[in-house]
């Protein structure tokens, strides 16, 4: 940004030599469209590694050495640099305001997925830490409109570069500055924990997250039986979900209750039933594995068999009747 600013003062110099640095303008153009992208990538990035494709950033490169190449080739075919330099803006215009639009793009689709994202796991704490991307977008686009529409008309195109870029910006930097970002997945509950005597009571709230450094030991009471975080613990450490024969019984044996107070105590802490709590678990395992570059080549028969359904059958239904209204963290 501050490479443009200077460039735009360049221009109104008589006799200046910013015709030179063309290509490097071209390239400048065309990566502000990439970083602020990647920025809006990480910023919604909800505790998950997300990459963009290397060659968001080698085009731009690209571009600029064949700018170099035909600009530098066709100085000895002009009478001026001044008519090299006008030559080449049409073009520079054109690349650059697709790239823009394209980018602008971008940003709208994943910002909306990130939206829907949080909308369907309930995470409507955390969209609301990062909604006012939507005003930065806002003026992006109104950016680009005075870009394209008032190309002709270069003192209002300034004035208005003037008036939404440092806005644009503002909004971004102090949003940053207090941190009302998404860089980690992170869901609160209460942790229920049952009583000998059948009673399910609640205790402190458990701060779930990714890294298991971040989970906060729960201080249950010595007398209890069984709690949502010791059985949410040993099923993602030892996945006894995995054999598609799993039973209650084995689960009561390992926690030394009796069936009916842990059939109530699953029914009450997640409000399904045990089958589909371990449903929900295998969705969950198969989202890891799918995600996993190790099993690319599996077809779904096969990765829904190692994620413990017992049939492609059996999963689909599963899908179809807990997906969209039961998460449980990846």
Request: charged share 20%.
């Amino acid at each position: 940004m501050i490479f443009n600013w200077i460039f735009n003062l360049m221009i109104q110099v008589p006799g200046s030599s910013f015709q030179y640095i063309l290509p490097f303008v071209a390239f400048n153009l065309h990566l502000m469209q990439v970083v602020f992208f990647h920025v809006i990538v990480i910023i919604t990035s909800m505790g998950e590694q997300k990459r963009i494709g290397g060659y968001h950033y080698v085009i731009p490169f690209l571009l600029s050495f064949a700018v170099s190449l035909f600009f530098f080739s066709s100085l000895s075919f002009f009478p001026s640099h001044n008519d090299v330099f006008n030559f080449f803006i049409p073009y520079l215009f054109i690349s650059v305001a697709l790239y823009s639009v394209y980018y602008t793009y971008l940003m709208i689709r994943h910002l909306y997925d990130s939206y829907t994202k949080l909308m369907s796991e309930g995470r409507y704490e955390d969209w609301s830490k990062i909604k006012w991307l939507n005003y930065v977008l806002f003026f992006r686009i109104l950016l680009l409109i005075a870009f394209i529409g008032l190309y002709s008309f270069t003192s209002y195109n300034n004035l208005l570069y003037a008036l939404f870029i440092p806005v644009q910006h503002l909004i971004l930097t102090y949003n940053l500055l207090q941190r009302n970002y998404v860089l980690k997945k992170t869901y609160l509950q209460i942790n229920k924990i049952l009583m000998p005597s059948g009673r399910i009571e609640n205790d402190v709230q458990v701060s779930i997250s990714e890294e298991k450094d971040n989970i906060i030991e729960v201080k249950e009471e010595a007398t209890s039986i069984l709690s949502q975080a010791q059985l949410d613990s040993y099923f993602r450490e030892n996945k006894p979900f995995l054999d598609p024969d799993l039973k209650m019984d084995q689960i009561v044996k390992i926690f030394n209750t009796n069936r009916a107070y842990f059939s109530k105590f699953v029914n009450v802490a997640y409000g399904v039933n045990f089958s589909n709590y371990i449903n929900l678990w295998r969705l969950r395992e198969l989202d890891t594995l799918m995600e996993d570059p190790d099993h690319k080549e599996k077809d779904l028969q096969a990765l829904i068999t190692m994620a413990g359904f017992g049939s492609l059958r059996n999963y689909w239904r599963v899908k179809k009747k807990l997906e969209e209204k039961h998460k449980i963290d990846k």
